[in-house]
């Protein structure tokens, strides 16, 4: 799970690209492929701020127990003053730059937030809502270095999670190669290839979702 940068960028002809892609992977099943990207997957301020003042504060400590073994003194009210212009210094960089908040984010932390921007696209894009509950949503949340393969009910009942894996480790290796919109041609022909084999086409099938890459 892994993207190289949050600046990537898809131009027209890769979203024309990654359309293509869908339509022709869908000729050959009845399931439904839908591509989301996001740029971040929460605004984590609140969290970037709280780790930042433990950091603040364990380095006040660290500090403290320099100058007392220096044998210095500072007034108590000077030391807090300096700390809270510190921290409210430290607090108006993460709000005036965004990019720097996710650094102050545990991965596990990042991770949690982009699994549930992934379901909350796949319930808001309705990819939950075909017909045979055959709609696998394919996501990536790039300054998270995240990606994941949402599939239906349907679906899970057939494929295990180690073949959307694959996919995963695949679409990420081409992100972190910058080559983002390769990866997602990519994971939409595995994913047909599943797709196929286990709900091939049929008569009278309908396309009951947009075939498109949606940026958020």
Known sequence: ???????????????????????ATEQTTSGEIYCVVARSSDGYFFQAAFTAALALFAVSIAFGYVLEAL????????FL???????????????????LRIHFVPRRQRYKAAHANAVKQF????????????????FVSIAERYAEVVADSGIDAKVGQHVWDGVV?????HA????????????IGAVGSVLAEHFPV?????NELDDHLVEI
């Open 1 to 23: 799970m892994a993207t190289r940068s949050p600046t990537q960028a898809l131009t027209h002809a890769d979203h024309e690209r990654i359309a293509q892609a869908i339509r």
């Open 123 to 138: 319930l808001a894009r309705n990819v939950h809502r075909t017909a045979a509950r055959t709609g696998v949503l394919i």
């Open 202 to 206: 049929g008569p009278g099938d309908v």
């Open 81 to 99: 003053i300096v700390q809270a212009v510190a921290a409210i210094s430290l607090f108006v960089l993460l709000w005036l730059v965004p990019s």
């Open 71 to 78: 044998w210095l003194s500072v007034r108590l009210p000077h």
């Open 169 to 173: 480790r695949d679409l990420t290796a």
């Open 176 to 187: 972190g190669d910058d080559r983002l919109a390769d990866g997602f041609v990519n994971a």
